[in-house]
């Protein structure tokens, strides 16, 4: 059920039932930090409670004690079907719903005018038809709502059943001492329970909407494979298997048409691969012998054999889900006041409610109507909102981001872009494609060519630079031992083989002192001899342009931060209309600059995820272009995947208005609250307040979900 963070610390990830509102999950967080817990993140919208332990931690025991409090921990939430393949329980809320409204229209039957049945107005009757929803509704709010009150954190179960209670046992009293039909208000305890669970039901239905994006995603990892073996006579069998079986090593053949079951690489054959479930990139993209397929995408066009490289949480798409996931779980800063009124609110309810019946007996002189409006007040008001507001809004934010190839690691960054004044950007992989090739070379010590070549392949093959990889893949050969080598932060690479040569592949500064020629890409050294030099060249990303242009029109100056010579670096910004340029800057400049930009201006750094991955973290949001680096993962706010630089302006534009759509939640709770609550207590719902009440409850949850839901569509750019 968990992931090992460190030697010391333990990151477990829950999928947990039994979450009705924000107190719910108030309750689970209080009680875990109260544990020794940290960095606790709990979603009742979704279910997924993240937390970190001590080594130690007893995890049977946490789940024991959760089950304790009226949750129950179903699975691991890093396992992408956490929650999906888990057995439901017979008795859903829609059910629930559905055994009760029978016997709920019955008793309101003599509410509508002009029908009079009179068998139905004996008080035992009523109680009949009343009782099974009463003991329906009250094994399941009661439970839960005595568990809340007990552990000092009452969550809305509290209000629903306290109000069906006593409506109940009024009108029990009445039937029992025969007081006549003025204590008949069976229909409220039968209407109280009915609305609230078809309440329940759509906010289920609902925040199960906004996970729609998500629920694709995880639908994608279950699917059959075609797994290669061999017989005793080593003749090939291809068998399917499920996908949930396969493990790394396991071989292949992946046909046209259908899905890519696991992240494998490519040993034979080659297609047209559609990633756009991943990326939202609807163009095909070739892949051939060696190159990555990963799990999820599907086979438009050819036929491969291919060999598992990543099974189960390990895989692109898990790690994904794992992301997006841990971001619902997170709380922006708009959240808090929220969260902070949550915890006093059913208090103050239960509190507003003894007032309104104490104050209505007194003036109405009457303990019908006192007692109604109370239990009006009870039901009307609606913690669930002001909890939804926020996760409802983000899980559609983050949904239609990953079906978009925009992936963001924290709920934070959502709410930070709405201040962003600046964009600074990498150059190398970022503006231009990182796609390169060589566009010259020069021998000039007393080596062959071939010697040269292979010198520089031998250095180069070490490096996760895009220029390196370039040279080690064009220049294949024999490679030299060497003794030791390592990259220096800024300049480039440093061997030093078995006689004790060293040798130097970098940037000119490495080679300041042999030459005055700056004009070239790659020097290579040895023992302080210039040997030659290599050049590249590296395209323009066709999008770059217009995604500067974008910003600018936004209002948003953007900066060019390269560790290229600066007649390069300049060149480049001319041509896609850069405001200022900074060049000639090691990652150690990158980081102060990024440092201090940020300290006094909201910025935002879009890097490679690899050389910039200190910058990305100290920038206000740190956008990597590079979705298969773990180090871009694990630094950069947003990935952008398939070095998609296309998808900035949305990434903004969505993190602005999921911002927008949670002030629109909050306000609409916060009203609905402050508005309800008081005509409810003053009796303006009429003498079918509570009915009213449970109805315009029920209903509240999937204004705020519907109103989140218009991400979907809205116009973010």
Not at 207 to 229: P, R
């Amino acid at each position: 059920m968990s992931n090992t963070a460190t030697a010391d610390t333990k990151k477990i990830a829950w999928k947990v039932e039994g979450m009705d509102c924000a107190n719910c999950a108030l309750t689970i967080n209080k009680y875990l930090e109260k544990k020794g817990n940290k960095n606790v993140r709990v979603n009742y919208a979704t279910g997924d409670v993240i937390f970190e332990a001590a080594g130690n931690i007893d995890e049977q025991q946490l789940t024991k004690d959760l089950h304790g409090l009226g949750y129950t921990v179903l699975a691991d939430a890093n396992d992408p079907h956490a929650g999906h393949n888990h057995p439901k329980s017979k008795w859903t809320h829609l059910r629930r719903f559905w055994i009760c409204l029978p016997f709920t229209l019955v008793l309101m039957l003599h509410m509508i005018p002009g029908v009079h049945i009179h068998f139905l107005m004996n008080p035992w009757v009523q109680l009949a038809l009343c009782l099974p929803v009463f003991i329906i509704g009250m094994s399941f709010y009661g439970p839960s709502a005595w568990k809340s009150i007990r552990n000092g954190i009452p969550n809305m179960n509290v209000l629903i059943a306290i109000g069906a209670t006593a409506a109940f046992v009024y009108s029990l009293a009445g039937t029992l001492f025969n007081l006549g039909a003025g204590y008949m208000y069976y229909e409220t305890a039968a209407t109280i329970i009915t609305l609230v669970f078809l309440g329940n039901y759509m906010e289920d239905s609902t925040v199960q909407s906004t996970q729609k994006s998500l629920d694709a995603l995880v639908k994608s990892q279950k699917v059959t494979a075609n797994m290669i073996a061999y017989d005793d006579k080593y003749e090939e069998q291809v068998f399917p298997v499920d996908s949930d079986s396969l493990r790394v090593g396991d071989l292949l053949l992946i046909k046209n048409g259908e899905q890519v079951p696991a992240d494998c690489k490519i040993l034979w054959g080659d297609a047209q691969v559609s990633e756009a479930l991943l990326t939202g990139e609807s163009e095909p993209i070739h892949k051939k012998a060696k190159d990555i397929l990963v799990g999820g995408s599907l086979v438009l066009e050819g036929t491969v054999r291919a060999q598992v490289t990543a099974v189960g949480n390990e895989t692109v798409l898990s790690n994904i889900l794992n992301l997006v996931k841990q971001a619902q779980g997170e709380k922006p800063p708009v959240q808090q006041m929220a969260d902070r009124i949550s915890a006093i609110f059913v208090p103050t309810v239960l509190g507003i409610a003894a007032l309104t019946f104490i104050g209505n007996w007194i003036y109405l002189k009457e303990l019908a109507p006192a007692l109604m409006n109370a239990i009006a007040v009870l039901v009307i008001a609606c913690p669930c909102a002001m909890g939804l507001a926020t996760p409802a809004a983000i899980a559609v934010g983050l949904g239609r981001g990953t079906r978009n190839g925009i992936l963001f690691r924290n709920a934070k960054s959502l709410e930070l872009f709405k201040n962003i004044k600046q964009v600074v950007f990498d150059k190398t992989g970022t503006l231009t494609t990182g796609d390169f090739s060589l566009s010259g070379w020069q021998v000039t010590g007393n080596i062959t060519e071939k010697m040269f070549k292979n010198i520089a392949f031998s250095i180069e093959k070490y490096s996760n630079h895009p220029i390196a990889k370039t040279i080690a893949r064009e220049w294949k050969g024999s490679p030299i031992r060497w003794q030791k080598i390592e990259e220096i932060k800024g300049l480039g690479m440093q061997a030093q083989d078995m006689e004790g040569n060293t040798y130097m592949a970098g940037s000119w500064k490495t080679a300041a002192k042999l030459t005055t020629d700056d004009s070239h890409n790659v020097y290579i050294i040895k023992n302080n001899e210039l040997l030659g030099w290599i050049d590249v060249k590296d395209e323009l990303r066709p999008e770059a342009k217009t995604v500067v242009s974008y910003l600018q029109n936004k209002g948003i100056k953007t900066i060019l931060l390269s560790g290229d010579r600066q007649e390069k670096a300049a060149e480049l910004a001319t041509q896609v209309g850069i405001d200022t340029v900074i060049a000639e800057q090691t990652p150690e400049q990158k980081l102060a600059y990024i440092t201090e930009q940020s300290a006094n201006t909201p910025t935002v750094m879009v890097g490679d995820g690899i050389n910039d991955a200190p910058a990305l973290a100290k920038a206000t949001i740190g956008v990597s272009m590079s979705d298969s680096s773990q180090v871009a993962m694990q630094t950069a706010s947003v990935v952008l995947m398939n070095n998609g630089l296309k998808n900035l302006p949305m990434a903004l534009g969505l993190g602005k208005h999921t911002y927008i759509t949670i002030k629109e939640n909050l306000f609409w709770a916060f009203s609905y609250n402050i508005v309800a609550i008081p005509v409810a207590a003053f009796g303006l719902l009429g003498v079918y307040g509570p009915t009213y009440g449970a109805l315009i409850m029920a209903l509240s949850d999937v204004v705020l979900a519907i109103n989140s839901a218009r991400l979907f569509v809205k116009k973010v750019k």
